[in-house]
């Protein structure tokens, strides 16, 4: 006779320790995020920690309409 495979009951013990070790990893992980460092200016660059960083910064704006446009629009829809 085969025996029938009992399944695993999941209880909140066994869960809580995953949940833990990667709350802790990510406490351990943002700890060296935060370490401080030595930012200075040339005249030319940033450096960082002793090495030249480049960093690149954008935005991008939707194109608007002047005002007189934009009444004209408002009140025609209505």
């Known amino acids: ?3 029938k495979k009992q399944m ?3 209880t909140t013990k066994s869960i809580a320790s995953p949940a833990i070790l990667v709350a802790a990893m990510v406490f351990l992980f943002s700890l060296r995020a935060a370490a401080a460092a030595n930012v200075t200016y040339d005249h030319r660059s ?3 920690s002793g090495r030249r960083q480049l960093i690149i910064s954008a935005a991008i704006h ?3 309409s002047v ?3 934009s ?3 408002f009140f025609y829809s209505l």
């Open 1 to 3: 006779k085969k025996k």
């Open 8 to 10: 695993k009951r999941v």
């Open 62 to 64: 939707y194109p608007r």
């Open 67 to 69: 005002p007189a446009v």
């Open 71 to 73: 009444n004209f629009f």
């Open 46 to 48: 940033l450096s960082i």
